[in-house]
């Protein structure tokens, strides 16, 4: 038996913060760049730059080296075959001005050190400084793949006189993320679940928490329509769990009218959230990554928008936000939700083809670069 070629790949994101929906790209990536190197007879090694490197070796098993601490970056880049950037909205300046110059940092001594750069179905924007646009332009255009998650990300691209032909759309890699191992799929696992169970993924976003007190109403206008288990799933935590708290302190006439409230436990195992999700009959969510688990799993999902990438999101799937951070009608909610709860096989019937190839296209960044690594041979 001939023993497969070892490519060493260096992974750049923002990993080891312990934000479920960022472990989950990660877990995602990891898991089709073993699966597709595989496939091309060759074995990715990946090195992942980690703010707590121990935690990602002993979460994924793979090696890690700290982010922040460039001469670990630049030796674990000197002795790999490339990097991978992504996924994930890294290039963005609305949450720090420190983001762009970070990622594009790590890109740069990779192609001074000559290596390959793949950008991974990464969400490019907002960058809202202009300055940023000659930097990034130019450092793309260097890279060996660029893909990203949505077509405007890659429409920014090309205002920033990128070629639109080199740019490849692909979904979140969390589209291909499997279920754990022995996991029972979703059309059995609620079996002797008395109540359908809704799922609820909040986040404080607004100062006044308007959504979050609009969801409550409309979750309790459910309640007094028919019976439901309301289970909270909080993605980041500390945060999310916080959140739920506050919508379920605002609902608590639900339990007395025969529905159930209940809080997920904190997980940092992507899987174990994704098994979480799939036991759900519907979904409500702010996280892009809970309604990217709720599509993976094919539960029926509503959306609230807090950011255009929700939007961005739902629209692949031929869906608009059921609101928005700013305005959100607990009536649309309601009715929503039960209509969702009805006819959850004709959502998924009108969703199959969508959802099927949204899985398929998730891998293409890995074959992608598995391809790149074996033609070298």
């Known amino acids: 038996m001939v023993t497969p070629s070892v490519t060493r790949l260096v992974i750049s994101g923002y990993y080891g913060f312990r934000n479920s929906g960022d472990e989950a790209v990660l877990k995602s990536i990891l898991t089709a760049l073993e699966e597709e190197g595989a496939r091309a007879g060759i074995r990715i090694e990946p090195i992942v730059l980690s703010v707590d490197p121990e935690w990602t070796t002993s979460m994924y098993g793979v090696k890690a080296v700290h982010r922040m601490k460039l001469g670990e970056v630049r030796r674990a880049l000197k002795e790999s075959d490339g990097l991978i950037s992504g996924g994930g909205s890294l290039l963005q300046d609305a949450t720090s001005m420190k983001s762009i110059p ?126 439901v288990h309301f289970r909270f799933l909080p993605f980041h935590v500390p ?62 999902l509503l959306g609230i928008s807090y950011d255009p990438k929700i939007d961005h999101f739902l629209a692949r799937l031929g869906s608009v936000p059921a609101g928005t951070s700013d305005q959100l009608d607990p009536h649309i909610v309601a009715s929503e939700l039960r209509g969702l709860l009805k006819d959850g096989d004709a959502w998924r019937a009108r969703n199959a083809a969508r959802i099927d190839n949204l899985k398929q296209e998730a891998r293409r960044p890995a074959e992608r670069i598995a391809e790149f690594f074996k033609n070298r041979g």
Request: with cysteine; net charge negative; aromatic share 6%.
């Open 102 to 227: 970070y990622y594009l940092g790590i890109i740069k001594i990779a192609q001074w050190l000559k290596k390959p750069v793949f950008i991974y179905a990464q969400g490019i924007g907002p960058v809202n400084r202009g300055v940023f646009h000659p930097f990034i332009a130019g450092i793309f255009r260097k890279c060996s793949y660029v893909s990203v998650r949505d077509n405007e990300s890659a429409e920014l691209l090309a205002s920033m006189r990128l070629n639109r032909g080199n740019i490849e759309v692909v979904p979140d890699p969390v589209m291909g993320l499997p279920l754990p191992e022995g996991m029972v799929p979703r059309e059995t696992a609620s079996a002797g679940e008395e109540l359908p169970v809704v799922g609820i993924s909040v986040r404080y976003w607004n100062p006044e928490r308007l959504e979050l007190i609009q969801l409550a109403a409309g979750l309790a206008a459910l309640a007094g329509q028919m019976m």
């Open 239 to 300: 945060g999310d769990d916080e959140a739920s708290r506050f919508v379920i302190e605002r609902m608590e006439s639900v339990q007395s009218l025969g529905s159930v409230v209940s809080v997920a436990p904190e997980t940092l195992d992507p899987q174990a959230m994704l098994a979480e999700v799939s036991r759900c009959d519907a979904l409500i969510g702010m996280r892009l990554h809970s309604l990217i688990y709720a599509a993976n799993q094919r539960v029926p």
